[in-house]
């Protein structure tokens, strides 16, 4: 996974002619919830390394600052900056699903991730 891929991705997108309160009804659906809760409780924090926590920081707030301007500010900052950290931590602890993949491979292709993967 390439991070930096991924949020140069994010940047490309066009707010503009997306409808932010149904995507993040979409996101709330109880399949899409459920999977990335699964994968964030898979979590352990206490096995990444200060460093690795530092860097998924940067970009959480590279993210966050670049959707909160082209979006004029809204919650999809949070959600997508909250998904910046999911990938990082997931991908430096080796969690995998098929859903991550797919979760990841809709970033890598330029979409937000929401509803049925």
């Known amino acids: 996974m390439n991070i930096e891929k991924i949020i ?4 490309k997108i ?19 919830d459920n999977e990335w809760t699964n994968i964030y409780e898979q979590i352990d924090k206490t096995k990444i390394p200060e460093e ?10 590279q993210v966050f600052m670049i959707i909160d301007e082209m979006t004029g500010g809204s919650e999809l900052s949070e ?4 998904d910046m950290e999911l990938l990082v931590f997931a991908d430096y602890l080796n969690i ?7 979760f990841t491979q ?10 049925i993967l």
């Open 8 to 11: 140069a991705q994010i940047a």
């Open 96 to 102: 995998s699903s098929d859903w991550l993949k797919k």
């Open 14 to 32: 066009d707010y503009s002619v997306m409808d932010i309160d149904e995507y993040l009804e979409n996101r709330d659906l109880e399949e899409f």
């Open 52 to 61: 690795i926590v530092k860097q998924s920081d940067q970009y959480r707030e």
């Open 79 to 82: 959600y997508i900056s909250d």
């Open 106 to 115: 809709k970033y890598e292709n330029g979409e937000l991730p929401a509803g």
